[in-house]
T-cell receptor
Framework: SQTIHQWPATLVQPVGSPLSLECTVEGTSNPNLYWYRQAAGRGLQLLFYSVGIGQISSEVPQNLSASRPQDRQFILSSKKLLLSDSGFYLC??????????FGPGTRLTVT | TQLLEQSPQFLSIQEGENLTVYCNSSSVFSSLQWYRQEPGEGPVLLVTVVTGGEVKKLKRLTFQFGDARKDSSLHITAAQPGDTGLYLCAGYSTDSWGKLQFGAGTQVVVTP
């Protein structure tokens, strides 16, 4: 069966510090991978998605970047965090695209 | 951009009551998914509907896809406190390059 991991689960970082969130998927090959951000109690904003190693598409211009160094690894980064980067970050995978399976999320607080 | 509008935004009911959540769009979708999310966790896929007019049942949950594939509804019968959560609908189009369009969600609270 497939599983998806995200870490860390929670993170508190000062403004201006770097960020690295990691997502890994097990039990499937060549998945589509996605990074979302969610405001409290609301819907999901797609940030990045990837259809293969090294292939990243950005949906929203922002202070963040993404990389996919391996088939089942997806990383979300920032060189300098802003207060507005606070939120709940979710990674998801999909094979067919229309059914996505989400990780447990990372709660990021920028202080 | 294909927009999905969910209503209501918030729903608070007593245990045993029924509820319906709506998901509407002016665009046609190839399929539509419903997710439930609990606080501090990732959304969990409940169901996918792909055929216009399709009805799927998952225990006390009934999902319907509109005939024109532009809207969907989720009906919960005899709600229980365990049904509490954020319900999200998401639409998929074959020309969307593997991306889903999510609604803003409906927060459902079921009190004992």
């Amino acid at each position: 069966s497939q599983t998806i991991h995200q870490w860390p689960a929670t993170l508190v970082q000062p403004v201006g510090s770097p960020l690295s969130l990691e997502c890994t998927v097990e039990g499937t090959s060549n998945p589509n991978l996605y990074w979302y951000r969610q405001a409290a109690g609301r819907g999901l904003q797609l940030l990045f998605y990837s259809v293969g190693i090294g292939q990243i598409s950005s949906e929203v211009p922002q202070n963040l970047s993404a990389s996919r160094p391996q088939d089942r690894q997806f990383i979300l980064s920032s060189k300098k965090l802003l207060l507005s980067d606070s939120g709940f970050y979710l990674c998801a995978w999909s094979v067919a695209g229309y059914e996505q399976y989400f990780g447990p999320g990372t709660r990021l607080t920028v202080t | 951009t294909q927009l999905l509008e969910q209503s209501p935004q918030f729903l608070s009911i007593q245990e045993g009551e029924n509820l319906t959540v709506y998901c509407n769009s002016s665009s046609v979708f190839s399929s539509l998914q419903w997710y439930r999310q609990e606080p501090g966790e990732g959304p969990v896929l409940l169901v996918t509907v792909v055929t216009g007019g399709e009805v799927k049942k998952l225990k006390r949950l009934t999902f319907q896809f509109g005939d024109a594939r532009k809207d969907s509804s989720l009906h919960i019968t005899a709600a229980q406190p365990g049904d509490t959560g954020l319900y999200l609908c998401a639409g998929y189009s074959t020309d969307s390059w593997g991306k889903l369009q999510f609604g803003a969600g409906t927060q459902v609270v079921v009190t004992p």
